[in-house]
């Protein structure tokens, strides 16, 4: 294990912060919008389904680590599977954080440029995000989770606050039928974009970081923290705009705080909000470049992994550039990393789930059959 690694460094509620903000930040971008075309008045039922599905995933996951004390996710790998075994398990893991945090961070670019700074190149405005969460992941886990939590306050603070600014422009209508399209397609558009869900997996490789005897409190608050921020931005984009108006827009938090006014002199208030997202963002984007250098530091059986934050910049701010605009960011991101990446992942750890249960199976086989030669 990595020297610098072996104690816990943060508490709870930066666990729990953290956490929380590395899986809900989405609902400051795209998320909600190929949710509408599967539950169109009902589509905040599709977040409530999105965090039941996350708690039936944290079972095999916190019994992987309860059975394996002292290791994360990586390093029972390493124990179950053989070097060769997990250098595919932590290649996988490697592909899929730079797929997400890549995507993330030129989604964030994009919205930066198209709500608040038209005339600035994406790769500025890029460029600018990946230096400061660069910068703040260098400074170790410890302070990206303190940031996440002092953060988090700030944004919790600016999105009550949209959402109260936003209650005079609710139609309460909007929402009926109460069953939208019917259940079927309201579990079909569920499972389609479980992948909304899958930075959960991440608990399995923070264990590291944080009080063991904790994480129970810290997955169950970070998954109820994350689903009510994504199921509350659905739910008030769709009582602002209305279906199916709600289901043609991008980018529905930041819309709903451009109607937003007070009176004929404050308007344009989406500004008031901009460090929310911004906020969200950098915290989102230097926990994945750190976790990239994590599991690396981890595969590789190396005491530090600073040296290689800076080449895990590089890769995510490489794939950031990849699509050529905003569609095309948006389209490998709803359908592919958003509909595949949750039972991939799942995959991995059903194996080292498996694995486990043949393991102490033979163990107690073994110290049956010498009570009995005893």
């Known amino acids: 294990m990595p020297k610098q690694l072996e104690n816990p460094r943060i508490g709870v509620k930066e666990a729990i912060a953290v956490t929380a903000l590395f899986i809900g930040a989405k609902a400051f971008l795209s998320y909600q919008v190929p949710l509408y075309h599967y539950g169109a008045t009902a589509t905040w039922m599709i977040p409530v389904l999105h965090v039941a599905l996350a708690f039936a995933a944290l079972y095999p996951l916190l019994w992987l680590l309860d059975r394996h004390p002292d290791k994360n996710i990586i390093q029972i790998g390493q124990e179950m599977i053989g070097p060769y075994g997990n250098a595919a398990l932590s290649a996988f893991f490697v592909v899929i954080l730079i797929a997400l945090t890549g995507i993330t961070l030129r989604e964030f670019g994009e919205r930066v440029v198209s709500g608040f700074l038209p005339d600035t190149p994406i790769s500025m405005a890029v460029l600018l995000f990946i230096v400061a969460s660069t910068v703040i992941a260098f400074l170790g886990f410890d302070a990206i ?16 606050l949209l959402i109260g600014l936003s209650i005079p422009f609710w139609r309460l209508d909007a929402v009926f039928p109460l069953g939208g399209m019917g259940a079927k397609s309201i579990i079909t558009g569920a499972v389609i974009t479980s992948g909304d869900m899958v930075e959960i997996f991440i608990l399995g490789l923070i264990i ?13 608050w970070s998954i109820g923290i994350a689903g009510a921020l994504l199921a509350s931005s659905t ?23 451009r109607i937003i006014n007070i009176g004929r002199f404050l308007q344009r208030m989406e500004v008031i909000f901009a460090p929310v997202w911004m906020l969200s963002a950098l915290a989102q984007i230097s926990l994945g470049i750190y976790l990239i250098s994590s599991v690396t530091t981890y595969a590789l ?17 490489a794939l950031a550039f990849v699509p050529n605009n905003v569609a095309e960011a948006l389209s490998w ?24 249960i043949l393991r102490d199976r033979k163990g107690g086989d073994r110290a049956e059959k010498q009570q009995e030669n005893s």
């Open 208 to 220: 590291s970081f944080v009080p063991r005897n904790a994480i129970r409190k810290i997955s169950y």
């Open 333 to 356: 991101d709803i359908g592919i990393i958003r509909r595949y990446t949750f039972f991939a992942v799942g995959v991995p750890l059903v194996l080292l789930y498996g694995l486990t």
């Open 145 to 160: 989770a303190r940031s996440a939590y002092i953060f988090g306050i700030a944004i919790a603070a600016g999105y009550v």
């Open 235 to 257: 739910l008030v984009a769709l009582l602002v705009f209305t279906y199916p108006v709600v289901s043609e827009i991008n980018i529905p938090t930041l819309l709903v705080s």
């Open 301 to 317: 059986c190396l005491p530090y992994n600073r040296p290689f934050i800076l080449p895990a910049a590089v890769a995510v701010t």
